[in-house]
Every structure is written in structure tokens, then in C-alpha cells.
């Protein structure tokens, strides 16, 4: 049998449907590959072998009894560590929760089980979201399988590291601001960020709750299609779940890989090429768009131009909701209590927890979100920045009258080395230029590898409008089914 790794979702639900192989033995075969290569690449904070090969025996039983089984059933998935799952640890890459097992699972999680799907374990990431090279993680770097002194993007580092260094073949993360694309981009994978609505958040630990939103991610844009179908749609648990099913991603995936793409209109986005990007993701971005034209799709350039200040923006709004979102964490209700000796107050022992639990990036963030909402400096910051966001919005909406989705790099850079932009935070920020404006409009975005730059991957970003993710994977699928996947240097 070929390596069990190496194949897609589909071709191992494929395998397991027919009996080829069984669910544990593919489970195997990824805890196995985890075993020797989790070392270098640190992409998992927990693996949870028992439960995979009890799952996986789940799905073995039920094909022995003739049952029905479901797209994905048998295929190992890793889940970020901001989902929370029942009895596994659930960290969020903080101190602040080490030890908390979570009572109950998330709702991704939970249809991720029903579906059959296993789950390997927790994957790393910068400290409750907050950063673009889990560097921010405070267990420890993930290493980027194409070059282990680089950043694997972040947040969702974790995630993007184990597809591309074939621990699995299926993750999940969580996009704010970038989280699913930019580790997508610089890994070589797919990463998806469904319409803002359109997964559940519901036991998901929130950072910004207006912007927060899971999504797939996978080595190819069909994978990515079935595991967005599996785990998308109306949730009564979550208040700003949209009461629609997912647009039929599978279809226009599957649509995509015939490489025609007549009648399609796509639009460059002007403000996110050209400048702010390096030469080599340029270059690949431009041979991408010849490639889309080649296919029948119609190019044309348009403007938005508020996506300029998008960064500003994000890096008001995401803080003023995590300020507020992180008071919960307070050495009472969940994971770590430090100093409570008996003789202090309970407020000493708030901040003390804080003090021990926070990182340094989240404390900016809860001080910056803070500052911005305080009284006297409410309008001129973050009322200003949600003044920008609809302006962003409109951009969005004046777009997509004239074109069918939009395009760009997913990234300005390629992943850089680790430790080369931990000290200034803005050059950290940047790493999310491209992406930020999909979030604060709140419409999907995708990520697909479109070439190399200097051996390393570079992505391109499909834009569209809200509730019309399926266009973007068909554009998605149409490039792959010319550039192909990619595969890094052997680990
Ligand atoms: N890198 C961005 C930030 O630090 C986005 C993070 C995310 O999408 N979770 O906020």
C-alpha cells in the first residue's frame, strides 16, 4: 500500500469507503508520521492517540455493519487549539488555560465527530490568536516543513505545518484577521475563511468576536470543499450563526477542476498589489493571473480605496473586543490561580493570574483595546475604526457590482525567518495586509498555493462576495488544476 500520508482526504475516504484500508490503520500510519517528525516541525501542543484509534475503530465498525458512511469518514483532522473539546486539553496556546479540559465540545468539533472524521490531536498557535508566525504561542514555535528556521504563519501555524508536513491531511483553524490564510500561503497549503456566519463559533475561545470565524484547511481545494460542507451552517448555539445552508462548495470545486473558467469575471484588487508586496510574490501572483486568463476568465483592475486603511482599523476593533472578551480569564473560572494562599484578596489573585498567564502580545492587545474604548477617546478610536469598516464594506460592495470575486497575494511576504519580526509588532502586523479587508467586510476568502518564490510557497487570495464562498473555490480549484499542489523539501 502507498503511503497512507501522501493522499488526499478523498483519496483515503475512498479507500476506507471500499475497504482497502481501515481507519485505524490510516490513523496509524499519521501518529506513526507525527511520531517521527513532530519533533522538528512542533506543529501539535497535544496528540491524542487514544481517541483517534477509538474513533477510527468507531468507523471500522460501522462499515463492517453495512452502514452508510460519509465523505469524510475515516480521514484524520487536527484541530486548532482555540476549539474547544470535550476532556482534551484546550489551551489556546496561553498559560492562562495549561490544564483546562474543556467540558464539552465545540460545534465544529462536534460535526467533525459525527462525521466520522478523526481527530489526531490540538495544533499550536500564537497565544489565544493573537499574532501571524506562532511565534506568539506560549509552548514554543511551530517550524515551517519547507525550512525549519522559518515561521509556519500564524495563527494557525499548527494547523498549516501539519498538512504540509503530512502529519494530516485535514485541519481546522480560525481566521480573525488572516489566521487560515496567511499560514495557507506560506506552507504551500489551502487555507479557507468562510462568510463571517457561515461555521459556528460556539466553543470556539473568542478573541474578536465580530471578526472570529473557522474555516477548512487542506493540501487541495476540494479537500478543503468537503471538510467547509462537514463542519458549516446554521447553528442555534451561536447568535451570529446565518440561518442558511453553505453554498454547494463541493460542486463548484469539483466545477473548478475542469480548468474552464468562461464567463467568470475576476478583478485585481488595486490597493493590495504593487506596493507592500516583495518582487517574488508579485511575480508569482502575475504569472497566477495569466494562467486565470488563460482559463477564459475575464481580468480586470479595480480600486477600493478604503482597503487602505483596513490595518489601522483591525488593529482597533480586534483589541477593543478582545479586551473585553479576555476579562473572563480571571484565575476563578478557568485553568491557572496564582497566589491563592488564603490571606489575599480575590482582586490580588485576578491580577496576579493575569500577570503569570498573559503573554506580552496579549497584554498590548487588552491594553491597546483598553485604551480605545475608553471614555473620552471611545469616538476618536474605536467609533473612527467602525466608520472605516463600513467604508470598507462599501468598497466591498461597489466591487462586487462590477466583478464576480476579487484576487491578490494572499501575503506580501514570504515566510521569513523565525524570530526576524518578533521584536516590532508592526512588521508583525503587516504579515496580514492582503487579508484583513475580507474580515472586517465579513465575506469568505481562500487561499491557494500559485507558485514559489526563492523555494518557498506563495498563495493567491479569491475573494467574494458574503454567502457566495462557492465562488471562490471554484476559482481556487481552476488555478490548482493548472499549478498543481506542492510539496515540500522531503522532512
Ligand atoms: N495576525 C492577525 C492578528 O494578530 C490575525 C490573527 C487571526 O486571524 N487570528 O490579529
Given at each position: 500500500m502507498s503511503d497512507l500520508t501522501k493522499l488526499t482526504a478523498v483519496e483515503i475516504a475512498g479507500l476506507?469507503?471500499?475497504?482497502?484500508?481501515?481507519?485505524?490503520?490510516?490513523?496509524h500510519a499519521h501518529l506513526d508520521r507525527i511520531a517521527a517528525v513532530d519533533e522538528r516541525v512542533h506543529a501539535f501542543l497535544h496528540v491524542d492517540g487514544e481517541g483517534a484509534l477509538a474513533a477510527a475503530r468507531r468507523v471500522d465498525e460501522r462499515r463492517a455493519a453495512g452502514e452508510e458512511l460519509g465523505p469524510l469518514a475515516g480521514?484524520?483532522?487536527?484541530?486548532?487549539?482555540?476549539?474547544?473539546?470535550?476532556?482534551?486539553?484546550?489551551?489556546?496556546?496561553s498559560k492562562i488555560l495549561e490544564g483546562w479540559r474543556p467540558p464539552y465540545d465545540s460545534t465544529i468539533v462536534q460535526r467533525l465527530r459525527d462525521a466520522g472524521t478523526v481527530m489526531l490531536g490540538k495544533t499550536n498557535m500564537d497565544e489565544f490568536a493573537m499574532g501571524s508566525s506562532t511565534e506568539y504561542s506560549a509552548y514554543g514555535p511551530t517550524h515551517n516543513p519547507w525550512d525549519l528556521d522559518r515561521i509556519p504563519g500564524g495563527s494557525g501555524g499548527g494547523s498549516a505545518a501539519a498538512l504540509a508536513a503530512y502529519e494530516a491531511p485535514l485541519a481546522i483553524g480560525?481566521?480573525?484577521?488572516?489566521?487560515?490564510?496567511?499560514?495557507?500561503?506560506?506552507?504551500?497549503?489551502?487555507?479557507?475563511?468562510?462568510?463571517?456566519?457561515?461555521?459556528?463559533r460556539y466553543g470556539l475561545v473568542a478573541f474578536s468576536s465580530s471578526l472570529d470565524t473557522p474555516g477548512?484547511?487542506?493540501?487541495?481545494?476540494?479537500?478543503?470543499?468537503?471538510?467547509?460542507?462537514?463542519i458549516g451552517g446554521h447553528d442555534p448555539r451561536d447568535s451570529t450563526s446565518i440561518p442558511a445552508p453553505v453554498p454547494d462548495v463541493v460542486a463548484?470545486?469539483?466545477?473548478?477542476?475542469?480548468?474552464?473558467?468562461?464567463?467568470?469575471?475576476?478583478?485585481i484588487v488595486k490597493e493590495l498589489t504593487g506596493e507592500g508586496a516583495e518582487p517574488g510574490v508579485m511575480a508569482a501572483f502575475r504569472e497566477s493571473v495569466d494562467t486565470l486568463a488563460k482559463l477564459g476568465a475575464e481580468i480586470v483592475e479595480v480600486s477600493c480605496p478604503h482597503f487602505r486603511y483596513a490595518l489601522s482599523a483591525y488593529y482597533l476593533i480586534a483589541p477593543s473586543e478582545c479586551s473585553s472578551n479576555l476579562a473572563r480569564f480571571d484565575g476563578v473560572r478557568f485553568g491557572l490561580r496564582v497566589g491563592d494562599d488564603g490571606n489575599r484578596s480575590l482582586e490580588e489573585v485576578m491580577s496576579l493570574t493575569r500577570e503569570a498567564g498573559f503573554g506580552p502580545e496579549v497584554k498590548r492587545r487588552i491594553m491597546l483595546g483598553t485604551y480605545a474604548l475608553s471614555s473620552g477617546y471611545y469616538d476618536a478610536y474605536y467609533g473612527q475604526a467602525q466608520k472605516v469598516r463600513t467604508l470598507i464594506t462599501r468598497d466591498f460592495t461597489a466591487a462586487?457590482?462590477?466583478?464576480d470575486a476579487l484576487i491578490s497575494p494572499t501575503t506580501p511576504f514570504v515566510a521569513f525567518p523565525i524570530g526576524a519580526r518578533t521584536s516590532d509588532p508592526y512588521q508583525m502586523y503587516l504579515a496580514d495586509l492582503f487579508t484583513i479587508p475580507t474580515n472586517l467586510y465579513g465575506g469568505p476568502g481562500i487561499s491557494v498555493p500559485c507558485g514559489l518564490s526563492d523555494g518557498l510557497p506563495v498563495g493567491l487570495q479569491v475573494m467574494a462576495p458574503t454567502m457566495a464562498d462557492d465562488r471562490m473555490y471554484r476559482v481556487a480549484a481552476a488555478l490548482e488544476s493548472v499549478v498543481g499542489t506542492f510539496t515540500p523539501p522531503a522532512l
Open positions: 476506507v469507503a471500499s475497504g482497502e484500508a481501515s481507519a485505524v490503520e490510516v490513523t480521514v484524520p483532522v487536527a484541530v486548532k487549539d482555540v476549539l474547544t473539546t470535550k476532556g482534551v486539553p484546550t489551551t489556546v496556546g480560525s481566521d480573525t484577521g488572516g489566521s487560515i490564510r496567511q499560514p495557507g500561503a506560506v506552507t504551500g497549503t489551502v487555507g479557507a475563511k468562510p462568510t463571517y456566519g457561515g461555521t459556528s477548512p484547511c487542506a493540501r487541495t481545494v476540494l479537500d478543503a470543499a468537503l471538510l467547509h460542507q462537514v463548484a470545486a469539483k466545477l473548478g477542476a475542469t480548468g474552464d473558467l468562461t464567463g467568470v469575471k475576476l478583478g462586487f457590482e462590477q466583478v
